[in-house]
C-alpha cells in the first residue's frame, strides 16, 4: 500500500504564504513514473483539482484559481512533491489532499485517475 503524507498546513493570515509538502513511501512505488496532484475540498464543497506535475518531463496545470499564486514541484529522488502558496485568501481555506496516479499516466485533471491520496492538511487564512 503506498502511503502519502502531507505537512505544512497551518493558519496563516490573507496575503500570506504556506508551503505544503508530500512524502510518498512504499520501495515498490516508483514515485518518478507517476503524476502528483495536489486538491482540496473546501467546507460544504466538492473535492477540486488545484495543481498537477507530470510524470513525463515534470509539465504543470494549475486550477484557474490558483495560478501565478501557486507554484507545484517534484524530487523524484526524494518521493516529494511540494506546493509553495503565495498570496494566500480566505477562498484558498481547505483541506489540501496530496494524490499519485498509477504509473505512466497523463490524466492530470481525472479525479478518478488518481489512485493514492493521502489524509489530507488543514490550510486556513484568515482575513
Known amino acids: 500500500q503506498v502511503q502519502l503524507a502531507e505537512s505544512g498546513g497551518g493558519l496563516v493570515q490573507a496575503g500570506g504564504s504556506l508551503r505544503l509538502s508530500c512524502a510518498a513511501s512504499?520501495?515498490?512505488?516508483?514515485?518518478?513514473?507517476?503524476?502528483m496532484g495536489w486538491f482540496r475540498r473546501a467546507p460544504g464543497k466538492d473535492r477540486e483539482f488545484v495543481a498537477t506535475?507530470?510524470?513525463?518531463?515534470?509539465?504543470?496545470y494549475y486550477a484557474d484559481s490558483v495560478k501565478d499564486r501557486f507554484t507545484i514541484s517534484r524530487d523524484n529522488a526524494k518521493n516529494a512533491v511540494y506546493l509553495q502558496m503565495n498570496s494566500l485568501k480566505p477562498e484558498d481555506t481547505a483541506v489540501y489532499y496530496c494524490?499519485?496516479?498509477?504509473?505512466?499516466?497523463?490524466?492530470?485533471?481525472?479525479?478518478?485517475?488518481?489512485?493514492?491520496w493521502g489524509q489530507g492538511t488543514q490550510v486556513t487564512v484568515s482575513s
Open positions: 494524490a499519485a496516479t498509477g504509473p505512466y499516466s497523463d490524466d492530470y485533471y481525472d479525479i478518478t485517475a488518481y489512485a493514492y
Open positions: 506535475i507530470g510524470w513525463r518531463d515534470s509539465s504543470t
Open positions: 512504499r520501495r515498490t512505488f516508483v514515485f518518478s513514473r507517476s503524476t
